[in-house]
């Protein structure tokens, strides 16, 4: 009998030993749940850096390869990526004489999925600033993350 408790015994101990090692703390867990967050404003800060630099290529591949929709005054798109290369290729877009972001907000809407508000400052130059309203849908695929919905209006004209 002496000899079969001790055969028994290490396996009465490995459930619980499994059970350990997926209990977290809640330090643990509240690391865990705002992971999301943390990738999102380092990608936010990152992003303000290529736009500040113009870093037409960087800005370009933050766009999910699928496209993305781009909504704001009263217009909504679905651009695929090579439209979206057009555009920051294109004439009409200029790097800003500076760019701050303001007051961003993030909600944590899936494991994979963020939602970014905010503001942001856009100078063209000549110490005029221009500012917006910023909403983004931020998707991680294969441990990246991409905008996959842009929306950038522009404050109303003062009378």
């Not at 994979?112 to 110490?127: C, E």
Request: proline content about 8%.
């Amino acid at each position: 009998m002496r000899h079969l408790s001790r055969r028994i015994a290490p396996l009465l101990l490995l459930p619980l030993a499994a059970c350990a090692v997926h209990v977290q703390t809640p330090a643990t867990e509240r690391a865990s749940a705002n992971a999301p967050v943390t990738q999102a404003q380092s990608f936010m800060a990152a992003y303000a850096a290529d736009l500040g630099a113009g870093r037409r290529d960087a800005i370009i591949a933050r766009y999910d390869p699928r496209g993305a929709y781009l909504v704001g005054h009263g217009r909504k798109r679905l651009m695929p990526v090579d439209s979206i290369a057009a555009i920051y290729h294109g004439t009409g877009w200029q790097p800003p004489a500076s760019f701050a972001w303001r007051d961003l907000s993030y909600e944590v809407a899936g494991p994979d999925a963020v939602v970014v508000t905010g503001l942001f400052d856009w100078s063209p130059g000549a110490g005029r600033t221009m500012t917006f309203s910023y909403t983004a849908l931020l998707l991680r695929r294969d441990g990246r993350w991409f905008i996959r919905v842009e929306d950038e209006s522009g404050a109303p004209q003062r009378p």
